[in-house]
């Protein structure tokens, strides 16, 4: 365990190897936050006092990382140490100072922004667990457990010294440097002790502990030295966040994603997997499969994901009373929390959302409830609606996909009756479905259901010890098969030619092909819920639902054809589409997929708004264009020729509609739909 002093001693930074996370509270106890979790052996901690950053160690993983103060964005720092131990931050020259405790032991130092590393200290070491740095005098201390005693290297003058040993120490851990006075702790004495580095043979006891499990692991002051940085200061823009270098602060994206710009992205295709504390998007491409956390606050208890390719929003369910579902993107902004636990209310209270499935074209989220057995939903594009009840008296419903073009909903329920079910979408506008049983035989924990890229069957994965499997069922033919064999599968979903899925018992995220071969592992995690996110799907990507053309283009001459095609979504066909112009309707199809509305020879009258609008069961959706139809030119007549070709060419729009004005013998105006032709001192009529 390390801990730290930050913001003028009203925080303290920890580690904690018993709940394996780093954390920060205030000092009176009030507020605690996590900032990194699911660490196998959390050590070190410092904190750069210039960019809010949290540097930590973790000694089993061998590697040093990276976490903002609010625990939003998160950097692998160093990896491929055998056993990192104590960290120090010198906020002077921007460097990071490490300790490692394995079979080679040394102390080492990386830039702030985690690069240019080396190593300072090879020799006079053997288990160097803790570091402290006198910024003033630009030395470094450290404690060695095993050699029993504190040693010293002057980074100016680049020597090593031996500091306290012998009688004087017995078990050395924590260290801490103050005001020309070290202090650390001794697990042999149980005590913290102190000595004046200008007077070293002189040591104090300080505290001590008489309990035998109460052995002090760390020290560190209420009171941290002030410091004054020549680096510069911190201005990032989420999702950048500020890293200190030797050569200043500098902006950079959070690991795993691109520099676009300003902006950072995440390089397609991936999977997000949903871990307790975390959202985390792991690479499908290639066989060097990378992890980014998605930086968002830290979360309590994150079970399902899913995600809205037409909004670019990721939705999670956290299970950790009080519940709640939440949206945000990629980069963490737009963070909202959809619907949150309400004991009091009389359906949806929302009490374990375990499974999560988004219906894309009426844009309704739905969630299952394993607590009050129900699935619910919430519309996104009418929030005023509020939740609504979709199905309920169900027993332990888990996991749920919606299939649009069927419009259908399936789920899994692994109560004492386990199944897989389906339920139709076309009631929810119209109360509780109906619930029909696709498959009881060999299940025990049907604990997810995902669509085959096809959209012709169903892909389930059952967990349990009488077998755990990977199965599909066709939804035409109705029958079953049972892919492949895997550990304690919890969440699935498949993309293009791939299936993905969380395994509990080997803690790890899987890929193979829909058959059951090439088998491989992507990331060595425990995860919970899985979305596959395909962006290679550019029908899936460029989803608008409807889409209206004009041709040959939005603007053009009159007198010349045009077309308005109103296209639905492959994959749908709405009960109805109706064309409009300017609020009045036109034209009108039933299950039809598109609409075709054609124009021999426009006119001006045929400029305006058009409205492509589509209904379905449970929602509606419209696009629109604006036409623009130009004016017809008429050119200057002076002989009798072209007189008559120009009265040719009138004389169709002149049988539509003619009206004659005779104000004087000198003058007379020809009239048609917005074509207006003056011509003086020669009379004429049609």
């Known amino acids: 365990m390390d801990s730290t002093i930050y913001r003028g001693s009203k925080y303290l930074v920890f580690t904690s190897e018993t709940d394996r996370t780093v954390e920060r509270v205030t000092i009176d106890g009030r507020f605690r936050l996590t900032l990194a979790s699911g ?25 040093i990382g990276l976490v903002d103060f609010e625990g939003r964005y998160r950097v692998r720092c160093l990896s491929g140490l055998q056993r990192a131990g104590g960290l120090a931050f010198d906020h002077v020259t921007g460097y990071l100072y490490y300790t490692d405790f394995g079979p080679r032991p040394m102390i080492g130092r990386v830039d702030g922004d985690c690069s240019n590393h080396s190593i300072i200290v090879k020799t006079s070491l053997s288990s160097p667990v803790h570091i402290a740095l006198d910024q003033t005098r630009r030395v470094l201390y450290w404690t060695d457990v095993r050699l029993r005693r504190i040693g010293s290297y002057n980074i100016q003058t680049k020597t090593v010294a031996m500091v306290l040993s012998g009688i004087q120490l017995g078990y050395p851990f924590g260290i801490y440097y103050k005001d020309d006075t070290l202090f650390w702790t001794d697990w042999v004495t149980k005590c913290v002790h102190s ?72 390089p ?10 975390a959202l985390k998007a792991v690479s499908t491409k290639g066989s060097n499969h990378w992890v980014a956390t998605i ?58 959302p375990a499974g999560l499935a988004y219906d894309w074209v009426c844009r309704c989220l739905y969630w299952s409830d394993e607590c009050t057995g129900e699935i619910c939903y919430i519309c996104l594009n009418r929030p005023e609606t509020g939740i609504k009840q979709f199905l309920r008296g169900l027993d332990k419903p888990r996991g ?64 349990g010890q009488r077998g755990a499997y990977i199965g ?30 969380t395994d509990w018992s080997a803690n790890r995220v899987y890929a193979a092909a829909l058959n059951g071969l090439n088998m491989r592992p992507m990331a060595s995690f425990r995860g919970n819920g899985i979305k596959a996110v395909c ?47 300017d609020g009045r309707r036109i034209k009108e199809l039933q299950n039809a997929p ?56 009138l004389l169709p729009f002149a049988l539509l509609q003619v009206r004659v004005r005779r104000n004087s013998l000198s003058t007379l105006v020809l009239s048609v739909p917005k074509i207006t032709i003056m011509r003086s001192k020669v009379p004429w009529s049609p």
């Open 39 to 63: 660490l196998p052996k959390p050590h070190g901690v410092a904190v750069d006092q210039l960019t809010s950053n949290v540097y930590y160690s973790d000694a089993q993983l061998g590697f």
């Open 400 to 463: 749920i996909v919606v299939n649009p073009s069927r419009k259908e909903l399936y789920f899994t329920d692994w109560g004492s009756s386990p199944r897989i079910a389906q339920a139709s979408l076309s009631t929810c506008s119209r109360g509780i479905s109906t619930v029909v049983s696709l498959q009881t035989n060999n299940l025990q924990w049907p604990n997810d259901v995902a669509l085959h890229p096809g959209k012709s069957a169903l892909l389930y994965g059952n967990a």
């Open 268 to 277: 397609g295709p991936f999977v997000l997997v949903a871990t307790l504390a």
């Open 295 to 352: 930086p968002l606050p830290p979360q309590r208890k994150v079970l399902a994901v899913e995600y809205d390719y037409r909004d670019e929003l990721i939705f999670w369910t956290d299970v950790e009373l009080p519940s709640r579902i939440q949206s945000a993107r990629f980069d963490g902004s737009e963070l909202r929390t959809l619907v949150t636990h309400i004991p009091t209310r009389d359906v949806c209270q929302l009490c374990s």
């Open 472 to 501: 599909s069922r066709n939804l035409g033919v109705k029958f079953n098969v049972q892919v492949m064999s895997v550990g304690h599968l919890f969440g699935l979903d498949a993309c293009n030619d791939t299936m993905y899925w």
């Open 535 to 581: 962006l290679l799907n550019q029908a899936v990507v460029g989803l608008r639902n409807i889409i209206v053309s004009v041709k040959p283009g939005n603007v053009f001459d009159a007198g010349r054809a045009m077309t308005i095609t109103c296209k639905v979504f492959p994959d749908l066909i709405p009960l109805r589409i109706v064309l409009l112009k």
């Open 195 to 266: 000595s004046s580095v200008m007077s070293l043979n002189q040591t104090e006891k300080l505290i001590c502990r008489s309990k035998r499990t109460d052995i002090p692991a760390d020290v560190t002051s209420t009171h941290p030295v002030s410091i004054k940085s020549t680096l510069g200061t911190c201005s990032c823009m989420p999702p950048k966040f500020c890293l200190t270098s030797t050569g200043g602060v500098i902006c950079r994206c959070p690991s795993g994603y691109q520099e676009d710009g300003n902006k950072c992205r995440l």
């Open 594 to 649: 598109s609409l075709t509305y054609e124009v021999s020879k426009t006119i001006v009258e045929d400029c305006g708004r058009y409205v492509c609008r589509a209904s379905l069961d449970c929602c509606s959706n419209e696009a629109a264009v604006t036409v623009t139809v130009n004016r017809l030119v008429i050119p200057s007549c002076e002989t009798v020729s072209c007189w008559l070709s120009l009265f040719l060419l």
